[in-house]
Nanobody, 115 residues
Framework: QLRLVESGGGLVQPGGSLTLSCVVSGSIPDVNVMGWYRQITGDERELVAWIHSAGTTWYEDSVKGRFTISRDNAKNTVNLQMNSLKPADTAVYYC?????????WGQGTQVTVSS
């Protein structure tokens, strides 16, 4: 069973930066795609970035050029470096497989961008 624990969120001013981290444990194929998702209160959860175990990445248009996803396969971690943060980035951020596994969702980590 896949277990995911996110951390690194917090309150940051517009233009600031945060790095989110996800520790992945449990059963996962060697070849896989991991993603970072976010959910604004009242909205559906959306995928913002993913990374293949071979290193290929994808970003949603609104975060392209500002967010960087990375992974350490040896340490089973997936990170999301977020720069130039905007109030519109305020959300709970989650990691999961891509496509997601419904029973694997963790608690997420809250990111609030506000002055």
């Amino acid at each position: 069973q896949l277990r995911l624990v996110e951390s690194g969120g917090g309150l940051v001013q517009p233009g600031g930066s945060l790095t989110l981290s996800c520790v992945v444990s449990g059963s996962i194929p060697d070849v896989n795609v991991m993603g970072w998702y976010r959910q604004i209160t009242g909205d559906e959860r959306e995928l913002v970035a993913w990374i293949h175990s071979a290193g290929t990445t994808w970003y949603e248009d609104s975060v392209k050029g500002r967010f960087t996803i990375s992974r350490d396969n040896a340490k089973n971690t997936v990170n999301l470096q977020m720069n130039s943060l905007k109030p519109a980035d305020t959300a709970v951020y989650y990691c999961n497989r891509q496509p997601s596994i419904s029973e694997a969702w963790g608690q997420g980590t809250q990111v609030t961008v506000s002055s």
